[in-house]
């Protein structure tokens, strides 16, 4: 799997550039809808994450007040080789599971004393294609027939969540640093899209269409995705 292909980071820096422009637009909006803004502070800040969606890199503009507008990238890599028994089975297991997302989110503030924001917002999961190629390491026993590894053949399982995914969680910590660095936590979930799955085969284990059939009954209620972050957070200007 080739996340980092020359067709998707020119999809995706064009979906980045048309969630910086929402929230170019978004700003401007609350500037008029609150006078001719010389009397509203414009924070900013990035920040470097890492939580259970990966890596994070964000930024962050205060809109007035009470809102806060966040627009972020993410990325997960998960890889694994060895050992793997499925149904009793000893098999030989590549695992590669890669998530990136682009989020737009909003923030907003109900207290003036706790540090506590509610966040809302879209996520693009632009890579969650999980695969798993499988290598039974021993033989199998089919009535009075013995089957070794090699007469088994061999399978390929993958599955797909790629798509739109609201965003609803509660933030923690002051929202800009005071000085120039501060910490945030936050806490949250992902609905992501219904998946779709495949699952393929090679000699005897090659008619899996009631396997996949299966496989997608058992990840259509694998949607919500959780996440906890800490960041680092860098206020720009003064």
Not at 25 to 42: N, W
Not at 60 to 68: I, M, P, S, T, W
Not at 198 to 225: A, H
């Amino acid at each position: 799997m080739q996340l980092f292909n020359s067709r998707f980071m020119k999809k995706y820096l064009l979906l980045l550039s048309l969630a910086a422009f929402s929230l170019q637009v978004s700003a401007q909006y609350v500037q008029k809808s609150t006078g001719d803004g010389s009397d509203l502070q414009r924070e900013k800040s990035i920040s470097l994450g890492l939580g259970t969606t990966g890596v994070s890199l964000e930024g962050k503009v205060g809109l007035n007040q009470h809102f806060n507008a966040r627009l972020g990238i993410s990325f997960l890599p998960v890889t694994y080789s060895g050992p793997l028994t499925l149904d009793g089975v000893k098999t030989t297991a590549n695992i590669t599971a890669n998530l990136g997302k682009v989020s737009l989110l909003g923030e907003y503030k109900p207290f003036n004393t706790l540090p506590i924001r509610l966040v809302g917002g879209v996520g693009y999961i632009f890579s969650a294609s999980p695969t798993a190629t499988l290598q039974p390491t021993q033989s199998y026993k089919l009535g009075q027939t013995t089957l070794s590894p090699n007469e088994l053949g061999e399978m390929k399982i993958g599955a797909n969540w790629q798509g739109i995914a609201p965003y609803l969680g509660v933030a923690f910590c002051h929202d800009f640093p005071k000085h120039k660095f501060n910490v945030n936590v936050d806490l949250g979930t992902y609905y992501l899209p219904k998946p779709t799955t495949t699952w393929e085969g090679t000699k005897l284990l090659n008619d899996n269409q009631s396997n996949e059939q299966q496989l997608d009954q058992n990840l259509s209620g694998y949607r919500w995705f959780p996440e906890l972050k800490i960041s680092l957070n860098y206020k720009i200007g003064k």
